[in-house]
């Protein structure tokens, strides 16, 4: 593991986030601290950035998967497993297999990396952990002394654009803002998929 054990361990919550966000490289945009509960927020491209980085293989099996839930078992390598779960109370996008997916992953791999300094939920989550978990508005001073970045969009607040799109314009602007992401190829697919599907349908609109 890249984190220093002995130096995480009798470190304090506001020094573990530098530790683990310079073990990995990690930017102020894939990591920030949510003010309100003084907690660490990891992105979904951040995690999968330390997966690769600690060579983290995650399979899944889907445990329940209905109208308004789904239920995904997530477990690496060595015998650990978690769930990640999706249900119309906790996910604004009915996804709710992709998300559910999601939220395993980002589980499994920070109680992997974390469950010999300290473990899991002490101070780290995935962004889709919570819905308040939002990086707008609840973000504190960058991990490092760089100018923190203009904050991307969310591939959920590009996923809610194309879904409201009434316009070839609008869907092409999304589409730019893809393309200067550094996206995981199953958000890629899915935001991809759900511009064919915005233009089939701003084109049967206009159609009419």
């Known amino acids: 593991m890249k984190i220093n054990a002995e130096k995480y361990i009798k470190a304090d919550s506001e020094e573990r986030g ?20 003084g907690k660490w ?6 995690i999968q950035s330390i997966a690769a980085q600690e060579d983290i293989i995650v ?22 497993s978690t ?22 992953f980002d589980r499994a791999v920070l109680i992997h990396i974390l469950r010999h300094v300290g473990g899991y939920g002490a101070d780290f989550y995935g962004e889709d952990e919570a819905d308040d978990f939002k990086q707008s508005g609840n973000q504190s001073k960058p991990t490092n002394n760089k100018k923190e970045p203009e904050k991307a969009p969310t591939v959920g ?3 809610s654009g194309l879904n409201a799109a009434t316009s070839m314009v609008q869907v092409k602007g999304i589409a730019q803002q893809v393309k200067a992401m550094d ?4 958000d890629l697919d899915f935001l991809t998929d759900l511009a064919s599907t915005a233009k089939a349908r701003i084109a049967e609109s206009d159609a009419a």
């Open 59 to 80: 399979d899944y099996d889907v445990i329940a998967a209905a109208e308004g839930f789904a239920i995904i078992k997530a477990s690496i390598k060595d015998g650990q």
């Open 157 to 159: 607040e590009l996923a």
């Open 183 to 186: 996206l995981s190829q199953d």
């Open 18 to 37: 530098k530790i683990l966000a310079k073990s990995y490289g990690l930017s102020a945009h894939q990591m920030w601290k949510h003010q309100q509960s």
């Open 41 to 46: 927020i990891i992105s979904h491209a951040g």
């Open 83 to 104: 769930f990640g779960e999706a249900t119309k109370a906790n996910c604004k996008m009915a996804y709710y297999v992709a998300m559910a997916e999601k939220r395993a």
